[in-house]
């Protein structure tokens, strides 16, 4: 059970911004290929769309219906993990979320392809280190995009970004890389959907969403 709480706590703490009496904080992945918004198209009002957020594990959806002895895979808090991606969207320019007068409807595909084995041995690894002892572990997520507007539709390939968490049994160390658990996860995905959306413009998929 001590194994859980601890693979449990690490997740609860990044997606749904703290949860866990564990400290915990997070930083990137340094050999991911940064992206910036500026480098998407511009010049015309952004695109209205409804949006739609699918949470995977490991390709499926997470078991809710575990039985009380076993292991369900924790998610997001649905809530949270859509206000994080319309903000997202919102940074972008291209894109804006809107009930009211949305032109079609985008679907998020986030798919947490993190080891969970790994995930419970680092649970372990903790459970048996003395006073301040913390664990890394690598935080793995691919996002991709699919949008339909009237009779068109488009998607974009599946990319995939990192970040690494850090959870401590009382202190966290003393790392000037760790920034806060949240943080590095909303930049995280941001870079994820600058990439799906920038891979879209270079197919001339945005482009033939936006035709008359």
């Known amino acids: 059970m ?4 601890l693979l449990c706590a690490g997740t609860c703490a990044l997606l749904l911004g703290g949860c866990t009496a564990y400290p915990v904080a997070a930083y990137p992945d340094s050999t991911m290929t940064r992206v910036s918004a500026a480098d998407l198209p511009r010049g015309e009002a952004p695109l209205k769309l409804k949006m739609e957020v699918q949470w995977l594990m490991n390709g499926q959806a997470p078991d809710t219906s575990a039985l009380s002895m076993q292991i369900a895979s924790p998610g997001p808090d649905p809530m949270v993990l ?10 972008t320019g291209v894109i804006a979320i809107s009930q009211l007068d949305a032109v079609g409807v985008v679907k998020v595909t986030i798919n947490d392809v993190s080891d969970i084995a790994e995930a419970i041995n680092q649970g372990v690894r903790l459970g048996e280190k003395w006073g301040d002892g913390h664990v890394t572990g690598k935080e793995e997520m691919m ?3 699919a949008i339909r507007v009237g009779d068109r539709s488009a998607h ?3 990319v995939r970004g990192a970040f690494y968490s850090v959870i401590a049994k009382s202190r966290l160390p003393d790392d000037p890389r760790l920034q806060p658990a949240r943080a590095v996860q909303e930049d995280l995905f941001q870079q994820l959907l600058i990439k799906c959306l ?7 998929s945005l482009q033939r969403l936006r035709a008359r």
């Not at 859509?82 to 940074?91: C, D, H, K, S, V």
């Not at 920038?198 to 001339?204: F, I, N, Q, R, V």
């Open 156 to 158: 974009s390939p599946a």
């Open 143 to 145: 996002m991709s995009l």
């Open 2 to 5: 001590k194994t859980f709480v």
């Open 82 to 91: 859509r206000n994080i991606m319309e903000t997202a969207f919102q940074q």
């Open 198 to 204: 920038l891979a879209m413009d270079k197919d001339g």
